[in-house]
Every structure is written in C-alpha cells, then in structure tokens.
C-alpha cells in the first residue's frame, strides 16, 4: 500500500510563484514514477510533470520553461516550482505515485501487490489577473 500527501499551493497573482511538495510514503518497490496532474473546474484531469526514479523529466507543453519538476529519490519525494504563473494555471494539482519505470510501460511485468498508481487528495493552486 502507498500512501499520497501533497502540500503547498494557495493563491497568487499572474506572474507569481508557488512551490507544491508530494511524499510517496509505504512500500516503496511501488514506486517509481512520479508526477503531477491538474484538473481545472467542469475539466479532466491532465497531466502537468512527470519524474522517474532515475530523475528523467518529461512536461506538458503549456508548462515548459515555467514548471520544474525535481525528486528526493531516496525519499520518495517531489516536488513542483510553478514561475510565470497566468490564470490558466488554476486547477486543483494532483501527485501521482506509479510501479512503472516509464509512462507506456505495462503493469503486468510487475508484482501483483503493486499493478497499480496512487494519487494524493489534491492541492488548490489560484491564479488571480
């Protein structure tokens, strides 16, 4: 079992900054990917950073150059810098903790016990004009 805690987010103006942080916490061999997702009100929910245990970083396109996605492996812990915030940016920003070594690996080579992702409660990030 994996545990999910997200901490960080709160409100800012355009152009601001805010720092997210995400601990990964239980049996650790079901860790290994982790990342962040975002869904905005009446939106699905989209990816945002992804971060794998080896520190390989991948981001979505409305976020490169403004986001940074950085891991305490030994921790099981990440974190997300948000710069240039713009309002676009308002959603509720979820951590996603994942057996796989890569997103599109597939979960059946993995033990039984960890053939599944885990998400934390969500954190409300609010960008004001």
């Known amino acids: 079992q994996v545990h999910v805690v997200e901490s960080g987010g709160g409100s800012v103006q355009a152009g601001g900054s805010l720092r997210l942080s995400c601990v990964a916490s239980g049996d650790s061999i079901c860790v290994r990917l982790m990342g962040w997702y975002r869904q905005a009100p009446g939106k699905e929910r989209v990816f945002v950073a992804g971060?794998?245990?080896?520190?390989?970083?991948r981001y979505a396109d409305s976020v490169k150059g403004r986001f940074t996605i950085s891991r305490d492996g030994d921790k099981n812990t990440i974190y997300l810098q948000m710069s240039g915030l713009e309002p676009e940016d308002t959603a509720v920003y979820y951590c996603?903790?994942?057996?796989?070594?890569?997103?599109?690996?597939?979960?059946?080579?993995?033990?039984?016990?960890?053939?599944?992702?885990?998400w934390g409660q969500g954190a409300q990030v609010t960008v004001s004009s």
């Open positions: 996603n903790a994942d057996p796989r070594q890569d997103y599109g690996d597939s979960y059946n080579l993995l033990p039984y016990h960890c053939q599944r992702e885990y």
């Open positions: 971060i794998t245990n080896t520190g390989g970083t």
